[in-house]
Structure formats: C-alpha cells, structure tokens
C-alpha cells in the first residue's frame, strides 16, 4: 500500500470527519509509537523501535505545525519502515541524516496525508476557490498544520494550476508544481526585477497577496509574454522566499517549447545540453 493511502486509510478507520480531530500524538500512541520532546542538535527528530513499540523524539518548535508534521514524518517510518532507526529531518533536506532519500521522501507523504487528508483538504481548498498567502494561512490553521507544509500539500492534491517555489539570495533552490503543469515551463533561476518577489526580497516591499504579472517575469520560454500569472509570495526560513504562482488556463494547453530545459533538438535529434 502506497504511504498516502496508509494515512488516509487510518484516519479513516479511525472515524475522524473534522481537521480539528486529528490527534497526531493519540493516533501515534494507538499505533504503539510513544512521543517525547527534547532538544536535539542536527535533526528534528529520531525514531528508535523495538518489537512492536517505538519512540518518537522530537525536538520542541516554536511552529506546533512543524512538531506535528515530525510526529506524522516518524509514524510514517513506524508504519513503512519498521525494524529501522532514523535521524530525519535537519534544516536542510538535503542534508538529512538518512542513508536513503526514497524512505524519508515516503515518510513526507505519510505526514502530508495523515495531516491532511485528500477526503478532508480537498474540499477546504475547494471553499477558498483560489487561495493565496491568507487562504494558505487559514488552511494551516484549520489543519494545524505549518503555511510551507500546507502550500505543499495544495501543490500535491493537483486541483489548481499551481507552482510553489522557494528561491534565495543565490537564486531558485527548489519548485514543487501541480502534476497537470506542462513540464515545458521552466522558472528563472533568479528573480525578475518586475515580480513582486524581487520587490520583496530585495526592496522588503510585501505582497502578500496574489497579484496579476506578466508570465515572462517567471519563465524563461520565449512566449512567455503571451500569458500572464498571478503570484504571492512570503518569507520562508534562514533568508528564503516562498512564491506562489498560479498559471492562466492557457497555459495549460501550450506545446511542447523545444527551446528550454536540458535537451535541444536539430535536424540530427536531440541532445542534453549543460545547465
């Protein structure tokens, strides 16, 4: 069974119906995984089992939604990977203690789902038509869940025509968009001076809400300029800003752009090219 249905599997066996009765702590507890809090140096949380009980330590946030999510983060090894012992979740991801980002990555679905389950999340994002930062901030709250974990989560359900971005002083470090998003549109790697996110991040002008831009502020593609996009963005962690974007309907339908990406093609075929 795939990490996301073992979630919701649960939280549905269990006969939850409301976010707010979503008890991380109680429905690691009824799946024999104790939970205690400590100040850990390097990761957020490890995971330590014996037979059919474990224990779950992890380290005190001031974000109750980044505790809950490393409890859901641990549950999801207790239920996939038992038998194994984890340091997960440092500050970097990258950087994670484990030896295998394939079991961590499924551990991070088990969360996303247990806390935010499709049956449950789907419909509130409905409710909000197209949610911005506020939007995104009154679904953590209901979900109790944090603003990154929840954007990722709104990315996930692949019902809106969104791209979340994270991009730093260097430039983009990483893009999460819908699975219907055509792979062809490729983000800059640093910020445009026109996007409220070079605004915000160089000028501290905030934007919080969505605002319409024109797309080649965002993507490379030369036809960028055809489309527009509507952007939010809001501070992340240790100098990062998160971006919000969400495409026009037409640009859903554009073709295949031979002219961004790895792979160039010619009259010979095609061939990858360095980035």
């Known amino acids: 069974m795939s990490p996301e249905k073992l979630?919701?599997?649960?939280?549905?066996?269990?006969?939850?119906?409301?976010?707010e009765d979503i008890d991380v702590e109680l429905i690691a507890i009824d799946a024999g995984m104790h939970i205690e809090y400590e100040d850990l140096e390097g990761c957020e949380a490890m995971l330590l089992g014996v037979g059919n009980h474990a224990i779950a330590t992890i380290r005190?946030?001031?974000?109750?939604?980044?505790?809950r999510y490393s409890i859901g983060h641990e549950m999801g090894h207790w239920e996939m990977h038992r038998g194994r012992s984890f340091k997960c979740r440092v500050d970097d991801p990258e950087q994670n203690f484990a030896s295998d980002q394939v079991l961590e990555k499924q551990?991070?679905?088990?969360?996303?789902?247990?806390?935010?389950?499709?049956?449950?999340?789907?419909?509130?994002?409905?409710?909000?038509?197209?949610p911005g930062?506020?939007?995104?901030?009154?679904?953590?709250?209901?979900?109790?869940?944090?603003v990154l974990a929840t954007a990722m989560r709104l990315a996930d359900i692949d019902t809106l025509p969104v791209i979340l971005a994270c991009y730093n002083a260097s430039g983009l470090r990483w893009s999460k968009p819908a699975a219907h998003i055509p792979r062809r549109w490729f983000l800059h790697k640093q910020l445009d001076d026109d996007s409220f996110a070079f605004d915000?991040?160089?000028?501290?002008?905030?934007?919080?809400?969505?605002?319409?831009?024109p797309a080649e502020a965002w993507f490379e593609n030369l036809d960028a300029d055809k489309y527009e996009v509507h952007e939010c963005c809001w501070p992340g962690r240790k100098g990062e800003l998160m971006v919000l974007l969400y495409l026009e309907s037409k640009m859903l339908l554009a073709g295949f752009d031979p002219n961004v990406g790895t792979r160039k093609f010619t009259a010979n075929g095609s061939y990858l090219t360095r980035r």
Do not use: C, W, Y
């Not at 005190?60 to 505790?67: K, N, T, V, Y």
């Not at 551990?107 to 994002?125: C, K, R, S, W, Y």
């Not at 930062?133 to 944090?146: I, M, N, P, V, W």
């Open 133 to 146: 930062l506020t939007g995104l901030e009154k679904l953590a709250g209901a979900f109790d869940t944090s």
């Open 200 to 213: 915000f991040f160089k000028l501290g002008k905030h934007h919080p809400n969505l605002g319409k831009q």
């Open 7 to 19: 979630a919701e599997t649960r939280i549905q066996e269990l006969g939850i119906t409301r976010p």
């Open 107 to 130: 551990a991070d679905a088990f969360a996303a789902h247990l806390l935010m389950p499709n049956f449950l999340f789907g419909p509130a994002v409905s409710a909000l038509v197209n």
């Open 60 to 67: 005190p946030s001031s974000s109750r939604g980044r505790e």
